[in-house]
C-alpha cells in the first residue's frame, strides 16, 4: 500500500515569509510525528499526534512553529516569519495504534531553504 | 538527549558481517532497544526492536546483553546497499517521540 507521503518535496522561501508542508500519513495510522533534520545532523522531534489527545508539543523550537491534524489524515506544519535556522529536511512519520513496536513510517521529506 | 552511545563511523567489506554496537546504560525497565537506519537522502526506515531477548528478522538480528546495558545489530552479509547511518534508540513502545542521535555511519565496500 501506499506510504507516508510529503509535499512538496523541496520548497525555497524568502527570510520572513511564511511556510506549510503538507503530510499524509499512512491510512488507519493513528500516530503521526514531526521531525526536523539539519544537514548533517541527527533527527530532532518536533511534534506527535496520537488520536484525539492533545497533541506533544514539547519539540517545537519556537512560537514560530505550529501543527495541525484532522482526525486522524493529513497534517500540516506551519513555520511563520522563517529564519535562514529554519533550513533543513523537515520529515513525517506515522505509526499504526498505541500498542506494538512503535515502529514508525518515515516519508521522503521536505527540504526547507530559507534565503 | 540521546540515551545512546554509538560509533560515529564504522567500514564493511561486501558480503561480512557488519556488527554496530550500541551502549544504553541508563535504559529503563519497560524500555525498548529500537534501530532505524537512514540511507542517504531518503527518510529513516525501520530495522527491528527488542526488548530483552535476542531477535531476528528478514533484514538484521539484535543481540542485546544479559544486563540491558548495551546491545549489537548484526547485518549476516553486507551489501552496498547498505550503506547508510543507523541509529540506535530506546524508548517506549506505547509511543511518543524517538529520540534520535548521531548514530552510526556505516560504508559497506567492495
Known amino acids: 500500500g501506499a506510504g507516508v507521503s510529503q509535499s512538496p518535496s523541496n520548497k525555497v522561501t524568502e527570510k520572513g515569509k511564511d511556510v506549510e508542508l503538507r503530510c499524509d500519513p499512512i491510512?488507519?495510522?493513528?500516530?503521526l510525528y514531526w521531525y526536523r533534520q539539519r544537514l548533517g545532523q541527527g533527527l530532532e522531534f518536533l511534534i506527535y499526534f496520537q488520536g484525539n489527545s492533545a497533541p506533544d508539543k514539547s519539540g517545537l523550537p519556537s512560537d514560530r512553529f505550529s501543527a495541525e491534524r484532522t482526525g486522524e489524515s493529513v497534517s500540516t506544519l506551519t513555520i511563520q516569519r522563517t529564519q535562514q535556522e529554519d533550513s533543513a529536511v523537515y520529515l513525517c512519520a506515522s505509526r499504526q495504534g498505541t500498542s506494538g513496536s512503535n515502529e514508525q513510517y518515515f516519508g521522503p521529506g521536505t527540504r526547507l531553504t530559507v534565503t | 538527549d540521546a540515551k545512546t552511545t554509538q560509533p560515529p563511523s564504522m567500514d564493511c567489506a561486501e558480503g561480512r558481517a557488519a556488527n554496530l554496537p550500541c551502549n544504553h546504560s541508563t535504559i529503563s525497565g519497560n524500555e525498548y532497544v529500537y534501530w532505524y537506519r537512514q540511507i542517504h537522502s531518503q527518510g529513516p526506515q525501520y530495522i527491528i526492536h527488542g526488548l530483552k531477548n535476542n531477535e531476528t528478522n528478514e533484514m538484521a538480528s539484535l543481540i542485546i546483553t544479559e544486563d540491558r546495558k548495551s546491545s549489537t545489530l548484526i547485518l549476516p552479509h553486507a551489501t552496498l546497499r547498505d550503506t547508510a547511518v543507523y541509529y540506535c534508540i530506546v524508548g517506549n513502545p506505547q509511543g511518543g517521540k524517538l529520540i534520535f542521535g548521531q548514530g552510526t555511519e556505516l560504508s559497506v565496500k567492495p
Open positions: 491510512s488507519g495510522h493513528t500516530a
